[in-house]
């Protein structure tokens, strides 16, 4: 199972979006409504931020949404704060009992 | 409230076998998958594998096949996490992280991370 593919880094002034791809095949993110997004801060484990593609668990701030098309999800991050600043994850189920992370997007606050 | 609390640090040779635990309370323990997942220095989340508390049956990703072993206690709510033939590409931090109600198409809760590190 191949990590699922997002770009290195992102960035954005405060105030503006950025928006982060997650590209998998048929056989994860295009065949399952199970993609998760997940922050993490320097040296903290990290914490799910979206999940099933565009559901936020309680506490997480209505400026984190996701979508998905085809094999691609994606996770915007409006009016983008200091704090948001830290690296996110995409996750897919698989299939078969398998689970496939992406390989990380480094976001920036300029 | 959720908790996942992890084994402390440990240091191990190459060729050697660690066990990592992870205790959880807070929630009905066999309710939940619990999957592991570790994270080597500087680099990205790498899916191990996941273990059904209630049956105890688990799933591993190809690449650790016949190298490591999850098990669970349900007497104590805790789940391990055992690593054999260990080498230095192994020195990672280790998280124990809990799926949804019934299923194992999210990670919702983390633990803090135990770091293992491999060297001669």
């Known amino acids: 199972q191949s990590a699922l593919t997002q770009p290195p880094s992102a960035s954005g002034s405060p105030g503006q979006s950025v928006t982060i791809s997650c590209t998998g095949t048929s056989s994860d993110v295009g065949g399952y409504n199970y993609v998760s997004w997940y922050q993490q801060h320097p040296g903290k484990a990290p914490k799910l931020m979206i999940f099933e593609v565009s559901k936020r668990p309680s506490g997480v701030p209505d400026r984190f949404s996701g979508s998905k098309s085809g094999n691609t999800a994606s996770l915007t991050v409006s009016g983008l704060q200091a704090e948001d600043e830290a690296d996110y994850y995409c996750?897919?189920?698989?299939?078969?009992?398998?689970?496939?992370f992406g390989t990380g997007t480094k976001v920036t606050v300029l | 409230q959720v908790q996942l609390v992890q084994s402390g640090a440990e240091v191990k040779k190459p060729g050697a076998s660690v066990k990592v635990s992870c205790k959880a309370s807070g929630y009905t323990f066999t309710i939940y998958y619990m999957h592991w997942v570790r994270q080597a220095p500087g680099q990205g989340l790498e899916w191990m594998g996941v273990?059904?508390?209630?049956?105890?049956?688990?799933s591993y990703t190809q690449k650790f096949q016949g190298r490591v072993t999850m098990t669970r206690d349900t007497s104590t709510s805790t789940v391990y996490m055992e690593l054999s033939s260990l080498r230095s590409e192994d020195t990672a931090v280790y998280y124990c992280a809990r799926g949804g109600r019934g299923k194992m198409t999210t990670v919702e809760y983390w633990g803090q991370g135990t770091l293992v590190t491999v060297s001669s």
């Open positions: 996750s897919s189920y698989a299939g078969s009992n398998n689970f496939v």
């Open positions: 273990i059904n508390p209630s049956g105890g049956s688990t």
